[in-house]
């Protein structure tokens, strides 16, 4: 079974700082999908990367999947308070399986 | 496009008595649908899986006569928490993904408090 680690589990930051989230996967990542949900609220995809070494930008956030294929970062230029959420890295269970299996997530914190 | 809803967003209900849950794929055809719960400050984690026309698919130690899942339309799926228990009351989640499963599409969730 593959276990998904994500790191730090919260996180607190003033407005306009810079911040870095990790999510680690006991096996290699089929499909490495982040998202982002908001309380009371379902989680919205973010991005999704598939090829080692890839980088994916999203305005102010920029996603990096290992070479590996095991291991993906996030990172937030000049957070907002709007970040603020708990950010969730999922892979599918296996080849030409539809199941997610998610990470614990990291609850982010943006202080105005 | 591909737009999740789930009805009732948010359901009080008294202990022993049962609540239907519903998911639907406002504007595609979701070939299968799946059930998450969350706890407080927690992951979602799988219930089941259900495709439409056929059983449900639990997930291991998910009751399946406590947690009954109907996909019977391709835009339409219900989870009904029967016999409701405090230790019930949590978020429920609904996704769906289409024809081409790539992608799954989350609903808003639905919160649940068993008094």
């Known amino acids: 079974t593959q276990l998904l680690e994500q790191s730090p589990q919260f996180l607190s930051i003033q407005e306009g700082e810079n911040l870095t989230v990790y999510c680690n996967s006991s096996?290699?990542?089929?499909?490495l999908q982040w998202y982002r949900q908001e309380p009371g609220e379902g989680p919205v995809l973010l991005v999704t990367?598939?090829?080692?070494?890839e980088v994916k930008k999203l305005k102010r956030l920029t996603f990096q999947f290992g070479d590996a294929r095991k291991d993906s970062s996030l990172h937030i230029t000049a957070a907002q308070p709007g970040d603020t959420g708990l950010y969730l890295c999922a892979d599918y269970s296996g080849a030409g399986s539809y199941q997610l299996t998610f990470g614990k997530g990291t609850k982010l914190s943006v202080i105005p | 496009g591909a737009v999740v809803s789930q009805h009732p967003s948010r359901v009080i209900c008294k202990s022993g008595t049962s609540v239907k849950i519903e998911c639907r794929s406002l504007d595609f055809q979701a070939t299968t649908m799946f059930w998450y719960r969350q706890f407080p400050k927690k992951s979602l984690m799988l219930m089941a899986t259900s495709n439409e026309g056929s059983k449900a698919t639990y997930e291991q130690g998910v009751e399946k006569d406590k947690f009954l899942i109907n996909h019977a339309s391709l835009t339409l799926s219900t989870l009904t928490v029967t016999s409701a228990h405090p230790e019930d009351s949590s978020f429920y989640i609904c996704?769906?993904?289409?024809?081409?499963?790539?992608?799954?599409?989350f609903g808003p969730g639905t919160r649940l408090t068993v008094l």
């Open positions: 990367v598939v090829t080692g070494g």
């Open positions: 096996s290699v990542f089929s499909s």
């Open positions: 996704s769906a993904t289409g024809l081409r499963g790539d992608t799954q599409y």
